[in-house]
């Protein structure tokens, strides 16, 4: 089975390269921008009629929250116009489409964990367009799940994880926002399980959402002081508002993600949010 990743060189890209050699009966096609400009509709049918992929993994996204209230253009065009190219092509060619789509399309109100069913209202430019990405997968028609998740970090790329350790080594103190509650996701995690379940997924009869984070529950706060636990740095991590720390995108201040679907259909085993935390710790070290 051929399986082509988009956006290869991010996090869950990365953790897909590193994971693939367990994989020998899949044969990945890896491309990022300088392979695959994935905004532009001719290069991705062209592509797709070259090397007629069975499966596309769209790890290809605008992630850049806060630069996305200014730069809308940009946030569209990679994560709903290029997630329209890929979905139409997929379709065409009756080729299985995994989508990834963010914890950010719900507006945060929520009290207990969202589930796949609840409507979505996203709240910042990012949000938005990540929302239409997911329109467009939908509205292509074709063979596809949509996998919404949160917090993603990893051994590759920028992240929160890196963000705390570098800090917390240069620094006395830092301040960190305690009321934005979610769940940390470590994307070698995500990876295999999308790998793992490829092919119970395939079978679906039409389009499936699904959420995957790690277990359990933490705020910002919760996550730094994880880290500098793992990582045995000695900083004081100060809680704070969200209010107290200002940006330009408003975030949603509760999404915990429901995963008793993709527990149960996909037979998904979950690891525990600190477990992940200290086994990416470990490779960093």
């Not at 590193?18 to 300088?34: K, Q, R």
Request: aromatic share 12%.
């Amino acid at each position: 089975m051929k399986i082509l990743i988009t956006g290869s060189n991010g996090q869950l890209g990365s953790e897909i390269k590193e994971l693939a050699e367990g994989y020998p009966l899949y044969e990945f096609l890896y491309t990022d921008v300088n392979e695959l400009n994935i905004t532009d509709e001719a290069s991705v049918n062209h592509y797709f009629a070259l090397y007629n992929p069975d499966v596309i993994i769209n790890c290809a996204a605008y992630t850049a929250v806060d630069k996305a209230e200014t730069d809308e253009e940009t946030a569209y065009l990679v994560n709903a116009v290029a997630t329209g190219n890929l979905a139409r092509a997929s379709s065409e060619c009756g080729a299985f489409m995994v989508h990834i789509s963010t914890d950010y399309v719900y507006d945060g109100r929520n009290y207990i964990p969202y589930t796949e069913t609840d409507k979505i209202n996203p709240i910042s430019v990012y949000a938005k367009s990540k929302a239409a990405g997911e329109t467009e997968v939908h509205r292509a028609n074709g063979k596809a799940v949509i996998i919404r998740t949160s917090w993603l970090y990893s051994a590759f790329g920028n992240n929160f994880i890196k963000t705390m350790m570098k800090y917390g080594k240069e620094r006395d103190a830092l301040n960190v926002v305690f009321d934005q509650v979610g769940t940390p996701t470590y994307a070698r995690d995500l990876a295999k399980a999308i790998l793992d379940s490829l092919p119970l997924a395939m079978a679906a009869e039409e389009i499936e959402v699904y959420h995957y984070s790690n277990e359990g529950v933490a705020s910002w706060y919760d996550f730094a002081i994880a880290i500098h636990h793992f990582a045995n740095i000695n900083c004081k991590v100060n809680p704070i508002p969200t209010k107290d720390y200002p940006l330009p995108a408003e975030r949603p201040f509760y999404s915990v993600l429901d995963k008793t679907k993709i527990k149960k259909k996909l037979a998904i085993e979950i690891p525990y949010w600190r477990d992940s935390i200290k086994n990416c710790i470990d490779r960093l070290s």
